[in-house]
């Protein structure tokens, strides 16, 4: 088979999303749309990606760093005049040139790779992905001959009467030889209601020419949907979501409630997890298996373990391990990392810590930049004063220590192995190891502090 080589069309503007942020950066799916289709592409086989850009094109450039190569279309004169730009990379190629939109993110690499199939096992010098849509309004319609042929594809607003009446469209999205290609886009006119440079002319060019122009048919016309505006970029997500749980439940994943459950495409979920209603997993998160996510549970960029059971927590780039307990009411901010067998009970936050195996932080507190031993006690209200006005200093609770509700720890400060803090002390000194510190005024009582008259109109 030959080598394919994938160009992505991402100059456009995207008028209709109203929107500073380069279209193809707007993400379907949890990823922006230009990297939907970069993966995808990819994932068919593709041995290089190039992404045409142009408005925004430096913050497309950005994003996409060293995952795909980048040429920029400084003016916008069609689809023709974009592939065009890449010519100075590809004049030398022998392979094909898989041309792909950044805006329709909803295409399988399955559907790529059999349309790159079609491509070589008809020896045709273009072929096109088409779809048959119940409304093909504003789309370009493939027109064959009586024999079945592709001979032209016709836009919207050059079509006749006739060729508007047919429902096969032009999905945008096509293989080409490249030799033939360069040369054809050179002879393209802008004479069109457009007043650009298309890339379908390309077809009806290599129809007269005598070359074999072939057509591979999307099974479902919904991946094929390009997003133009928030309502299509909506209907998009929908789509796209739907997939990720299908996929998941196939995986042996519980999903309660489908309709209120929002999983990213780059998420893990592992079997025998079950999802409850109102769990939103997004960017990088694994969760291992035996799980219970929810209800109401937002996780992004969290690495878990096996067996955790998280009900009305907010987690990001943290970790959780084995068989912990979380919620309700919980904070992981990020760098914090939750061992095993670990109770975290309400209202609690936790920021860029360490909690050993074992501990048990059940309510109302806020560990942060702390290192926490195994087998903690944390007793509620306790705070780890970890910020003096200019620098966050760390706290140590060592393995096995108490401390008692109501405490403030002021960092740098350590609590020995086993050691006590009594409850609602201030400690500002490290305690040793076994020992009980209680950083508290002694109580006194002045008696007669209210007068008799104090409470009388």
Request: proline share 3%.
């Amino acid at each position: 088979m030959k080598e394919t080589i994938a160009l992505i069309l991402a100059a456009g503007k995207g008028t209709r999303m109203k929107s500073k942020l380069p279209k193809v950066l707007h993400k379907v799916g949890g990823l922006p749309m230009v990297e939907q289709v970069r993966r995808t592409v990819q994932n068919a086989g593709t041995i290089r990606q190039i992404v045409v850009v142009g408005f925004g094109g430096e913050a497309v450039q950005e994003y996409l760093g060293d995952t795909a190569e980048t040429v920029m279309q400084k003016e916008q004169l069609g689809t023709g005049h974009a592939v065009l730009q890449a010519e100075a990379l590809l004049k030398e190629e022998q392979g094909t040139l898989l041309v792909t939109c950044g805006d329709t993110p909803l295409v399988t690499s399955e559907t790529f790779a059999s349309l790159m199939a079609c491509h070589e096992q008809t020896h045709a010098a273009a072929t096109v992905l088409t779809a048959i849509m119940p409304d093909p309004t504003g789309y370009g319609r493939v027109i064959r001959d009586q024999s079945g042929q592709v001979v032209k594809i016709v836009e919207q607003k050059d079509g006749s009467p006739a060729e508007l009446a047919v429902s096969e469209v032009n999905a945008g999205i096509y293989c080409f030889d490249m030799p033939l290609l360069w040369d054809m886009l050179h002879r393209v006119t802008n004479k069109n209601a457009q007043g650009e440079y298309y890339l379908t002319d390309i077809i009806g060019m290599l129809v007269a020419e005598g070359k074999t122009v072939s057509a591979f048919a999307s099974s479902n016309y919904k991946e094929t949907l390009g997003v133009n505006s928030r309502m299509q970029m909506a209907e998009a997500e929908s789509v796209m979501r739907q997939r990720k749980l299908e996929q998941i439940m196939t995986d042996g994943v519980t999903v309660i409630d489908p309709g209120n459950t929002y999983v990213d495409m780059s998420v893990f979920v592992g079997r025998d997890t079950v999802l409850y209603p109102g769990t939103i997993l997004e960017g990088n998160t694994v969760i291992g298996e035996g799980c219970q996510i929810g209800p109401y549970v937002r996780l992004t960029n969290v690495q878990m373990g096996n067996e955790d059971h998280l009900q009305f927590t907010y987690a990001h780039d943290c970790q959780i391990k084995n068989g912990c307990e979380v919620g309700p009411f919980v904070h992981f901010r990020p760098n914090t990392v939750i061992g095993n067998q670990v109770k975290v009970g309400n209202y609690m936050e936790v920021k860029n810590s360490v909690i050993g195996d074992g501990t048990k932080l059940p309510h109302l507190s806020y560990i942060g930049d702390s290192d926490v031993g195994s087998g903690v006690n944390i007793g509620c209200g306790t705070i780890t004063v970890n910020y003096d006005g200019k620098i966050k200093h760390r706290t140590t609770i060592s393995d096995h220590a108490f401390v008692g509700c109501n405490s403030n720890l002021i960092a740098p400060v350590g609590i020995g192995e086993y050691a006590y803090v009594g409850a609602g002390s201030t400690i500002t000194k490290d305690v040793p190891a076994r020992a009980l510190a209680v950083g508290r005024a002694r109580q006194r009582n002045i008696e007669q502090w209210v007068k008799d008259d104090t409470y009388k109109k």
